[in-house]
């Protein structure tokens, strides 16, 4: 399942964070002295960061996709299968909120790139 996959890959992300959140506070320390390479090493953490969200943003707006696709063209699902309209309907709403949540996170990520240009 996509959720599973993406809850996955989030949790990973978070479990490496944690793991290396000592190792970059020592590394942090050390560089104090020295701005440049401060930058460099935000600057690096940062490309990372961006390269996590983005991945996550990509199989989101996949699955998106997928359900939308979904509800949109009901004869797509397997044949011998009746959805109940209320379920349709149910599943449009969420649809409907997630789409916009959708575009209010590519929103925030498109103000965010235009900010770090």
């Given at each position: 399942?996509?959720a ?14 944690q ?6 506070r020592?590394?942090a320390?050390?560089?104090?002295e ?24 990509v ?15 009901p ?9 109940p309209?209320v ?11 997630k789409q916009?949540l959708g575009?209010e ?8 790139d235009?900010n770090h240009?």
């Open positions: 399942d996509k599973v996959l993406a809850k996955k890959n989030i949790q990973e992300n978070v479990n490496l964070a793991e290396k959140g000592q190792q970059i020592t590394i320390e050390e560089m104090y020295n701005k440049d390479a401060i930058k460099a090493f935000a600057r690096e953490k940062m490309e990372v960061l961006k390269d996590c969200l983005g991945e996550f943003l199989a989101y707006k996949k699955s998106r996709d997928e359900e939308m696709d979904k509800i949109m063209n004869s797509k699902l397997p044949q011998g299968r009746e959805v309209i379920q349709l309907l149910d599943a449009a709403e969420q649809a409907m909120q916009q575009k996170l590519d929103s925030a990520g498109a103000r965010s235009a240009s």
